[in-house]
C-alpha cells in the first residue's frame, strides 16, 4: 500500500531527454507584429536621406565599456572554447546531448540518453556530417554512459572538467546541449544549490536511480538537453545536464529553473571505469550491504526497509544486522520503505560511520555500520 501523498506534491523530477528529432517552432501574431515594428525602427531615415538619425544626439560619443560588457565578453570566450566538446546524439528516433571526454572518440553522456541502443549517430558542433558510434558501457545506477566514435575525426576537442568540491552557490553557469533538436544551444543560470538527492522516474535506460550530491541549476533545461555541458565561467563542465523538475499542480509542466546535472567527480570516476574496464567496480556510492523490501505496519501504512538478504562480509553483516530486521533510521533519517533508504545512502559516502536504527522481533535495536561501496 502506498504512502498518502501531501495535498501538495512536491516537484519531481523528470529526464531532460532524449527528445524525438524535429521540434516544430511558431512565431506568434504578437511576436510577428514586434519583429515587424524593429525592422520598421532599424531602416528609418533622416530628412537627408543619409540613413543618419535626425537628432543630433545620435552624434555623441559612445559609453565607456561596462562591466557588463565584460560578463558578455566572458559568456562568449567560455561559449568558444566549450561549446565544440558538445555533441548531439541521435539513438533510434530520440535525441541527446554528450560531451567529448577524451581525444580517443570516446563520449560521456547520460544512459537514459542511450536507453537500450547500442549503435548511434553523433553529430559535433563544427560539423553537419553525422558520425557513427557505438556503446562503450552504461552504469544506469547513475545515470552515466559512454560511447565511442567509430572513426576518430581530426581536431576533436575532449571537454575540460572542474573540480566538483569547488563549485558553490551564486557560481553562474552555462547550460550547452540541444534542447528540443536545436543543437549547440546556450542558457545561463547560476549554481541554486549543491549536494542535492535526486530520484528519477523510470524510462529506458534508468531503473529510477537514485543520484546524490547533484548541482542544482536556474539554467533552463530542457528536452533534448540531457548528456550536454553545465559550465563554469572558467570554460570547465562543473556536471552533466540531466534533469528538470515538473510541478503536478501545473499538469506536470516543467518547473522553470529547477535542473539539476550529476557532479562532474562521478562523471569523470564512472566514464574512466567504463572505458577501462566496460563496467563500474567503484560507484563511489555508499552502500550496506542488505537488499530491502516494503515493510507495514499494523495499520497499512510504511513503516521501515525490511531485510531479505545480507552480504556475507558487507557492513550491516560486520555489525550484526540479520535478514529479518527492519530499518526504520539512518542517523537522524527516518526510513519508510526501500526508497528513503536508498535516498538516505546516495547523501553519503564509502566510509562514513552511521548509525542504524532498526527493529528485531518488536524490539528496537541501533548499530554502528561504517558503509561500504555499492
Known sequence: MAAVRPKKEPTRPIPAGPRPTGPKLWL???AAIAAAA???TGCSSSKDGTGAAADSSSSS?????SSSNQLEQDYQQVISQVLP???QITAGDSLGSGIVFDDKGDIVTNAHVVGTATTFTVTLANSTKPLDATLVGSYPESDLAVIKLSSTPSGLKPAAFADSAKVSVGQITLAMGSPLGLSSSVTQGIVSAVGRTVSEPQSAGSPGATIGNMVQTSAAINPGNSGGALVNL????IGINTLTAVDPELNGSAAPGIGFAIPAATVTSI???LIK???VSNSGRAALGVTVRP????????AGAAVVSVTGGGPAASAGLQAGDVITKVNDTAISGPSALTTALASLSPGDKVTVGYQRDGQGKTAEVTLGTL
Open 28 to 30: 506568434g501574431p504578437a
Open 38 to 40: 524593429l525592422l520598421a
Open 61 to 65: 560619443s559612445a559609453p565607456a565599456p
Open 85 to 87: 566538446s558538445v555533441v
Open 234 to 237: 572558467s570554460s570547465q563542465v
Open 271 to 273: 566514464a574512466n571505469q
Open 277 to 279: 574496464d566496460g563496467k
Open 295 to 302: 515493510y507495514f505496519d499494523a495499520n497499512f501504512q510504511p
